[in-house]
């Protein structure tokens, strides 16, 4: 069980966790670039002058087609919209109020927004037109469903060739469905869900969301958005498909709105304040200098924010593109991993040209859908990262009784072991222990070394000597039970009673007499 989860069991009501919002986008690989496209035309007998007026025909095809389709299953057509800052969400969700659409197509809207296509242009080298890619504008169809399989998602198709695709789905709304048909008693808010008679129930239907044939489903959803397809294209092209970007959520739902309120406060705000470049970095699993730091050669832009968010605050980390953020709502605490770029974790693997028998390498997690399995869990070894750190914020043990059992001597198997003097000599080593990384992949006497040698009382040392003095340290904190050491390994895990130390001092030495005193009082 997390240590974060332990800590509050008791007033938690239950927990879920799994894929909030994911974003599918879908390419035909052989038409993504010019040589490719070329050879398309030149198979379907099109000449490359002739491109324009040919992809003007095809466009119209598929907008007329989504027009009939629109028609036949919404009552009416395609809506135009004319302003580019119009959520087409919100206009979903109000036709399907107004409405009350329950199931099936909510409506169909088009938007002219930027893509990427082909022009053909004179070459002198060639002596004819070749097409070349550009950046252009051209209209993007929308379509809005309550799927009864999948609830409320959407689908925008790029009209004009090569006929991009993006499917975005939610799973708390594909969770949503599937406790419809199973009949199970909830109640949910928007994407989060406030009771479940059966949270075991729901934790396997999200469970089961992983073993979908991601091929099969995305391909499904072509016959109504893109029926035209097979006409324009022929039979044999068919879509490559990324998870472009996911939102694996950890949902911990406690009693009331009341229960959580008080603890929110205090755990997000002692998250942004420990937030720092490099526990981040530790939190998304890059790679640092082994004192810590990040490494030269990494050029991430790491911000950290700290806001108002409905009923609470919301505390948000960013490497780059990707998040890990935590918040309240209602009676709803959330810790949510948002991956857009898959490529910053390396993950053991099969490369492409590999055979299945043939020992798996450590590289690059990808973004086609053959990594979703191992992408969940990449995202939720970073959620428990940050619950970890969170856990040692409601230490309710006083400092006087945390510091009492470590300040004093004691006797042990018939030798004497000296006490810890937290702020003095032994500072700068309990604070590197609340380095977030030793939660994960525990700590060696080598990472101690390269994290503290330029630390007061280890600068100058040379490497035997700094060795010599790490082995006696990690002796010492095992034996007051800070750290403990991992089987068959040369390698200690931080205790729960070592996260209360380190992180009860930390507080200590960032806090003011004045807010000591506020407390006291």
């Not at 399907?96 to 930027?114: C, K, N, P, R, T």
């Not at 129930?201 to 091929?215: I, K, P, V, Y």
């Not at 990262?385 to 004691?410: Q, S």
Request: net charge positive; aromatic share 10%; proline share 4%.
């Amino acid at each position: 069980m997390n240590i974060f989860v332990a800590k509050f069991r008791d007033m938690i009501k239950g927990i879920i966790t799994g894929f909030d919002r994911i974003v599918f986008k879908g390419s035909i690989l052989p038409l993504a670039h010019a040589a490719g496209a070329m050879s398309f035309c030149q198979a379907h007998g099109i000449r490359n002058k002739d491109f324009k007026p040919w992809a003007m025909a095809q466009t119209a095809l598929v907008v007329d087609a989504a027009h009939r389709y629109a028609v036949k299953h919404g009552g009416r057509g395609i809506q135009p919209i004319v302003f580019s800052k119009t959520r087409k969400e919100d206009l979903a969700h109000k036709r399907q109020q107004e409405e009350g659409i329950v199931s099936g197509l909510i409506g169909v809207w088009s938007a002219v927004e930027s893509c990427w296509s082909y022009r053909a242009q004179y070459s002198a080298e060639a002596g004819y037109p070749l097409l070349r890619k550009e950046q252009t504008k051209c209209k993007h169809l929308y379509f809005y469903f309550d799927h009864p399989c999948y609830g409320f998602m959407n689908i925008r198709l790029q009209t004009w060739f090569p006929y991009h695709i993006q499917i975005a789905l939610n799973g708390r709304e594909w969770l949503r469905r599937s406790l419809e048909k199973a009949g199970a008693d909830f109640i949910a808010r928007g994407n989060k869900f406030v009771h479940i008679d059966d949270y075991d129930r729901a934790q396997r239907l999200l469970d089961r969301q992983l073993d979908t044939r991601w091929e099969r489903m995305l391909e499904g959803f072509l016959a109504d958005a893109f029926p035209a397809r097979k006409t324009i294209l022929g039979p044999h092209l068919s879509y490559y498909w990324t998870l472009w970007e996911s939102e694996w959520a950890t949902d911990l739902i406690f009693g009331s709105p009341k229960d959580i309120a008080p603890l929110a406060d205090s755990l997000l705000r002692h998250a942004f304040m420990t937030g720092t470049a490099d526990r981040v970095l530790r939190y998304m699993d890059r790679p640092l200098k082994l004192d810590g730091t990040p490494r030269a050669d990494m050029n991430h832009e790491v911000v950290s924010r700290l806001q108002d968010f409905h009923d609470g605050l919301r505390v948000r980390h960013w490497v780059d593109t990707n998040s890990a953020k935590a918040y309240n709502e209602l009676n709803v605490f959330r810790i949510e991993m948002t991956m857009n770029q898959p490529g910053m974790f390396r993950v053991h693997r099969h490369a492409q040209t590999q055979l299945r028998t043939e020992a798996k390498r450590l590289l690059p997690l990808r973004k086609g859908v053959a990594d979703i399995a191992i992408r969940a869990q990449v995202s939720q070894d970073i959620n428990e990262r940050f619950m970890d750190n969170l856990a040692a914020a409601r230490c309710e043990t006083p400092m006087r009784d945390i510091l009492d059992d470590v300040v004093k001597p004691f006797t042990k198997e018939g030798r004497r072991v000296r006490a810890l003097d937290p702020t003095g000599k032994d500072r700068s080593l309990l604070q590197a222990l609340a380095d977030p990384a030793w939660c994960i992949s525990g700590l060696a006497n080598r990472d101690l070394r390269e994290k503290l040698k330029q630390a007061n009382g280890y600068k100058g040392m040379n490497e035997k000597q700094l060795s010599a003095k790490i082995s006696r340290q990690l002796r010492l904190l095992r034996d007051h039970g800070l750290i403990r050491k991992l089987p068959r390994q040369k390698r200690y895990l931080v205790t729960h009673k070592g996260r209360e130390l380190t992180t009860a001092l930390n507080a200590l030495l960032v806090a003011s007499t004045k807010q000591l005193m506020d407390i006291a009082a």
